[in-house]
Nanobody, 123 residues
Framework: QVQLVESGGGLVQAGGSLRLSCTAS????????MGWLRQAPGKERDFVTA????????YYADSVKRRFTISRENAKDTVYLQMDSLKPEDTAVYYC????????????????WGQGTQVTVST
């Protein structure tokens, strides 16, 4: 198991930017695929983006391509989500998650979760 703690959420105007961080502790961070998923009020939890253990491969939901960037620093046990050109529909609780093996878009296939951080984008 790996423990995950997110930070960096907040309130931002549409068109603005936020950077989320997720720091891991416990098992070897570099062996995990890391993902960011989000859940808007009244909706299911959705895949946003994921990054391979090495950082060489990244994957994005169509809704965030060219606006969000995922990255990781294994030496710091940290994964980041840079969010630019934010839209009101990006408003959600953002969760950091980890899994072993290949990346997946199905939230149920992630084994370790952070507590979530709220991102609110105003018009």
């Amino acid at each position: 198991q790996v423990q995950l703690v997110e930070s960096g959420g907040g309130l931002v105007q549409a068109g603005g930017s936020l950077r989320l961080s997720c720091t891991a502790s416990g098992r070897t961070f570099s062996s995990y695929v890391m993902g960011w998923l989000r859940q808007a009020p009244g909706k299911e939890r959705d895949f946003v983006t994921a990054i391979s253990w090495s950082g060489d491969n990244t994957y994005y939901a169509d809704s965030v391509k060219r606006r969000f960037t995922i990255s990781r620093e294994n030496a710091k046990d940290t994964v980041y989500l840079q969010m630019d050109s934010l839209k009101p529909e990006d408003t959600a609780v953002y969760y950091c998650a980890a899994r072993r093996g290949a990346y997946r878009t199905d939230p149920t296939l992630y084994d370790n979760w952070g507590q979530g951080t709220q991102v609110t984008v105003s018009t």
